[in-house]
């Protein structure tokens, strides 16, 4: 994965290059861990050779894993990171297209890039925290939090 910086100031925004058999969540992680960011949104373009997305299944209080083993065009990426415990925690959701016009989406879970992904993301002045709940199961955004 290749970056560059294109703004910086109260908003800085990146341009973040992926290139093939790059897993998207991984590098993506890693970039957010280096910039420290906290309060940022992406969207990306691109395809995979496989990806592996999401349903959350709000009764078993966990993803049902759906893979989907072929090369896809990625249709839209979309998503954000804010700190979770001072770690940034990306939540990203995928709708991808696959050879016949049909469209499958969810939350991302793993991606492996063919031959490209480009991803476009924007951190703000105002960082964003996640807070455990305990009813959904998940870490949500809360908006009261101290920055």
């Not at 280096?34 to 993803?63: C, H, P």
């Amino acid at each position: 994965m290749k970056s560059k910086i294109l703004n910086r100031g109260p908003e800085s925004t990146w341009a973040l290059i992926f290139d093939s058999g790059d897993e998207v969540m991984q590098h993506l992680q890693q970039f957010a861990r280096e910039k420290k960011l906290s309060g940022s949104r992406f969207t990306a373009i691109g395809a995979f050779s496989d990806v592996t997305v999401g349903y959350f299944n709000i009764e078993k209080k966990d993803y049902k894993r759906i893979p989907i083993r072929e090369q896809v065009e990625v249709l839209s990426l979309i998503g954000d990171i804010a700190s979770d415990s001072g770690e940034p925690k990306i939540h990203a959701h995928v709708v991808v297209g696959k050879s016949d016009g049909s469209a499958w989406g969810g939350h991302l879970v793993e991606a492996h890039v063919r031959p490209t992904l480009e991803l476009i993301l924007t951190e703000t002045p105002v960082h964003l925290r996640r807070k455990w709940d305990a009813a959904a199961h998940l870490a949500l955004i809360d908006l009261a939090a101290e920055a």
